[in-house]
């Protein structure tokens, strides 16, 4: 069983649209996060919610709204999308802060 | 604020070589390091994770080792194999209200030949 699945795998859409990507970990984990690769490989942490409360917000733009229904799942909508907004998006989970961090397999973005 | 670097940014060595790669971060002061490694078109799956009070973790063919004054972190992967062949990714925690705020490098892509 996968532990941090994320949907879709992959999204093609246009400039303007808005769109979500789900993310649902089955490990029974109390955090969860959202974290952006861009094209140069980098990976940098755009959200982490614990208990379903968001905690970390890395100054992120406001048109990404990451929604936590419960503790399995944290969602990222994503809104009037543009050009720079391709990348990779991973969610992640861990059962606490400070250990080991587990990641879905990403959901690759491409905004034209 | 943290910034970490990842040397060399490729390595490509034949089948059964041991190999170290390298990580290095600026502020010393880190809660735990984990070693990530990414294949093409997949997620990360974590490699080993030293707390800031350890000096080195082993698993199999793989020892990570931490030198935290001197912001130094290697990874040593011994008799490697085409299987290896992935992106290896460095990444700090600094604790306390970071909440799973990870800094990483931008990773050693190595490609091991059979």
């Known amino acids: 069983d996968t532990a941090v699945s994320q949907t879709p795998k992959y999204l093609v859409t246009q400039m303007g649209n808005d769109k979500s990507i789900k993310c649902e970990q089955n490990?029974?984990?109390?955090?969860m996060y959202w974290y952006k690769q861009d094209s140069k490989k980098f990976l940098k942490i755009m959200f982490s919610?614990?208990?379903?409360?968001?905690?970390i917000n890395e100054t992120v733009p406001n048109r990404f709204s990451p929604k936590s229904p419960d503790k399995a799942h944290l969602n990222l909508h994503i809104n009037s999308l543009e050009l720079g907004d391709s990348a990779v998006y991973f969610c992640?989970?861990?059962?606490?802060?400070?250990?080991?961090?587990?990641f879905g397999e990403g959901s690759w973005l491409t905004v034209v | 604020k943290q910034e970490v670097t990842q040397i060399p940014a490729a390595l490509s060595v034949p089948e059964g070589e041991n190999l170290v790669l390298n990580c290095s971060f600026t502020?010393?002061?880190?809660?735990?390091l984990q070693w990530f490694r990414q294949d093409p078109g997949k997620g990360l799956t974590s490699l080993l994770l030293?707390?800031?009070?350890?000096r080195e973790q082993t698993s199999g063919r793989l020892n990570a080792s931490l030198d935290k004054s001197s912001g130094r972190s290697t990874l040593y992967i011994a008799a490697s194999q085409p299987g290896d062949s992935a992106t290896y990714l460095c990444?700090?925690?600094?604790?306390?209200?970071?909440?799973?705020?990870?800094?990483f490098g931008q990773g050693t892509i190595l490609t091991v030949h059979p």
């Open positions: 990444a700090v925690f600094a604790g306390g209200t970071s909440y799973g705020k990870l800094t």
């Open positions: 502020d010393s002061a880190i809660y735990n």
């Open positions: 919610y614990n208990n379903k409360e968001l905690i």
């Open positions: 490990l029974g984990h109390d955090t």
């Open positions: 992640a989970s861990s059962q606490v802060q400070g250990i080991t961090i587990y």
């Open positions: 030293i707390q800031s009070s350890q």
